[in-house]
């Protein structure tokens, strides 16, 4: 049993050793990511920051509770 014990302890104490660095490299001055979109520019609403602005606004009065409750 003290073999089994021993022989477990030794693995967990080796599988820490194979760990590698995982950061990222960052380059000065450069994004690397994926470029981000504008939310209205898309097909719903044909690149319309308007129309995107006042569906969002709308979408927030459906879900005010003293609109919904007449109060």
């Known amino acids: 049993m003290r073999a089994v014990i021993t022989l477990l302890l030794l693995a967990c104490i080796v599988a820490g050793c194979g760990e590698y660095k995982q950061s990222v490299a960052y380059k ?6 994926k470029t981000d979109q504008r939310h209205w520019d898309n ?3 044909k690149h319309d920051k308007a129309a995107w602005v006042s ?3 709308e979408r927030a009065q459906r ?3 003293y609109k919904r409750t007449g109060d």
């Open 63 to 65: 879900q005010n509770e």
């Open 43 to 45: 097909d719903r609403f």
């Open 55 to 57: 569906a969002v606004t």
């Open 28 to 33: 000065d001055g450069e994004y690397q990511g």
